[in-house]
């Protein structure tokens, strides 16, 4: 499988990230709702429901895969923290945590970030299930392609 390349033109430089800047308090039209000496969580600009909450590192990293495992380890105890805070402000019957890494997946701030967002049974969110079925011929490869990522992995 061909993973494509990132358009270098999309990847902005920590001096003009917009997250970057929202790390470093030079955003003050941004709702911060928690933050740590790690990681800032604060509401997006067109939250996608009631509490719908961005959880970045300070620190620049494009996007999940390139986060060290210390980093990826506080971003998720951080992201447990800001959900339990969500459920109790929000009282929702559910919540997702996504995180986006490259356009493919529709990452368009290339700054790690962790979307936690509250759910309820009528939202009218249509992030699962897909929109499509996988192929039957997809299907098939599934064995093959368990191989390959229990030894990407260390399984045997």
Request: proline content about 8%; charged content about 25%.
């Amino acid at each position: 499988m061909r993973v494509p390349k990132l358009d270098p033109k999309n990847i902005l430089p920590p001096k003009d990230c917009p997250f970057c800047a929202i790390a470093a308090g030079r955003d003050a039209q941004v709702e911060i709702v928690c933050s740590s000496a790690e990681w800032v969580a604060f509401f997006p600009d067109n939250p996608a429901t009631p509490g719908h909450t961005l959880l970045i590192p300070r620190k620049h990293v494009q996007d999940f895969w390139e986060a060290d495992a210390a980093l990826r380890n506080e971003l998720f105890r951080a992201a447990s923290k800001v959900g339990h805070a969500i459920r109790h402000a929000v009282k929702p019957e559910g919540l997702n945590l996504i995180t986006s890494a490259g356009e493919a997946a529709e990452q368009t701030v290339f700054h790690l970030h962790l979307h936690i967002v509250p759910r309820w049974t009528d939202d009218h969110l249509d992030i699962w299930p897909p929109k499509k079925a996988i192929s039957a011929e997809l299907k098939e490869d599934l064995a093959d392609l368990a191989v390959a990522v229990r030894a990407a992995c260390g399984e045997d």
